[in-house]
């Protein structure tokens, strides 16, 4: 039986550099072009329009390298996206339940000295929605928050932009190089620390685990707890 051949090298090259270019596209360009049609759409909406996209891309920086240089191999195998079972599992899970509650409280700092400077901070706007929306428009922005964007997002900034720095730098820097660009990424000052930090534990966490499904739970699971906690808090 033949084994699939893997050319793993310019498969993440490839990936970093569609995911990069991704990157640029949705967090500098896009934001600036697509500003005037905010006014043509429902706060939910247009937030809606803009996550699909997004996700889609980071999903595809991704597949397309594995479909071009290694066609014959599982994705399973080409993306680690085995399934976390046992102590795995329960790391991924009630790690993050512990790093939730740690990061609220660096969140609360950043808040803090934020308006000590006096620049008073502004929550995303999925938070927004979350706290003031329909019943309605929460379910429908649930599955793109805690389905769609931990895939997206990890295969993204777990795998593309942390692969192939990993390869040459060793784990820490990698780790570091793609956490701070997830933090940055998010365009938000009042989240940024926490999130920079987030990206840490999820790094270590793929590694810990050699499986991307463990932050993909990990990430649906912070972002659902944040969305409970949101919503009970508003209501």
């Known amino acids: 039986m033949t084994v699939p051949e893997d050319n793993l090298s310019p498969r993440l090259e490839l990936s970093f550099s569609l995911a990069f270019v991704s990157l640029i596209f949705f967090t500098a360009v896009l934001p600036g072009v697509s500003a005037g049609l905010r006014d043509f759409f429902p706060s939910w909406l247009f937030l809606l329009l803009m996550t699909v996209p997004v996700q889609a891309a980071n999903i595809a920086s991704c597949l397309i390298p594995v479909w071009r240089y290694s066609p014959g191999l599982p994705l399973r195998d080409a993306l680690d996206l085995k399934i976390p079972k046992g102590k795995d599992l329960e790391t991924a899970v009630f790690g993050t339940l512990i790093v939730y509650f740690l990061l609220a409280f660096v969140t609360g700092i950043t808040v803090y000295l934020l ?7 502004q929550e995303q706007e999925a938070v927004m929605i979350f706290r003031s929306g329909t019943p309605l428009e929460v379910a429908i922005l649930i599955p793109c928050t805690v389905i769609l964007a931990p895939v997206g997002e990890e295969f993204c900034f777990r795998y593309a932009l942390f692969r192939k720095p990993e390869q040459h730098l060793g784990f820490f ?3 570091l190089i793609s956490s701070l660009i997830f933090a940055a990424a998010h365009l938000n000052l009042q989240v940024m620390p926490a999130l920079f930090l987030l990206g840490l534990w999820l790094s270590w966490l793929y590694r810990r685990t050699g499986s991307l499904l463990a932050p993909m739970i990990a990430h649906a699971l912070f972002n ?8 009970v808090i508003a209501r």
């Not at 308006?115 to 901070?121: M, Q």
């Not at 659902?224 to 949101?230: F, G, N, P, T, V």
Request: proline fraction near 11%.
């Open 173 to 175: 820097p990698a780790a």
């Open 115 to 121: 308006r000590k400077i006096g620049i008073e901070p």
């Open 224 to 231: 659902a707890m944040s969305i409970l906690l949101i919503y």
